[in-house]
């Protein structure tokens, strides 16, 4: 009889304590906006500088990209679907800043084949952010 006891008040600790864990991690809504946040920031300031012709003021949208990559490498989900997309948005911004430094020293040095393709980057780069940003939206409007 103790035995039974003692086997229901370990599953019953169990419980207790899977519902204070699940209680002390964010909700799904909660890493969305997360999420959300830092790419509304950054695309913000993208948008910001988008035409924009002076070198400098371009390199520091890149860097801001990699800011940015590297702010969503810190932010700690549990939800491990979200967790994957936010890695995938990170490689994307690496991807933008990598791709823009590129071009920036191809056309410092006049290198218009590795500007082009620099820009061609951008350009799939921009195709993979709509379809990560298209998911993790889809995923976090859906119920969880």
């Known amino acids: 009889m103790l035995s039974r006891y003692r086997n229901f008040s370990l599953l019953g600790f169990a419980a207790v304590l899977s519902c204070f864990v699940a209680s002390c991690s964010d909700s799904k809504i909660v890493q969305c906006q997360k999420i959300a946040q830092i790419s509304q920031k950054i695309s913000q300031q993208a948008q910001s500088s988008r035409h924009s012709q002076?070198?400098?003021?371009i390199e520091e949208t890149a860097q801001r990209f990699a800011d940015s990559a590297k702010e969503l490498d810190n932010l700690n989900l549990s939800d491990t679907t979200l967790a994957d997309y936010k890695k995938e948005l990170s490689t994307?911004?690496?991807?933008?800043?990598q791709s823009t430094i590129l071009m920036l020293k191809a056309l410092e040095n006049k290198d218009i084949k590795t500007a082009r393709l620099a820009k061609q980057q951008v350009i799939d780069t921009s195709k993979n952010e709509k379809t990560v940003g298209e998911?993790?939206?889809q995923y976090c409007q859906g119920s969880g």
């Open 135 to 137: 998911q993790i939206g």
């Open 92 to 97: 994307v911004y690496q991807r933008y800043w």
């Open 54 to 57: 002076d070198p400098q003021k």
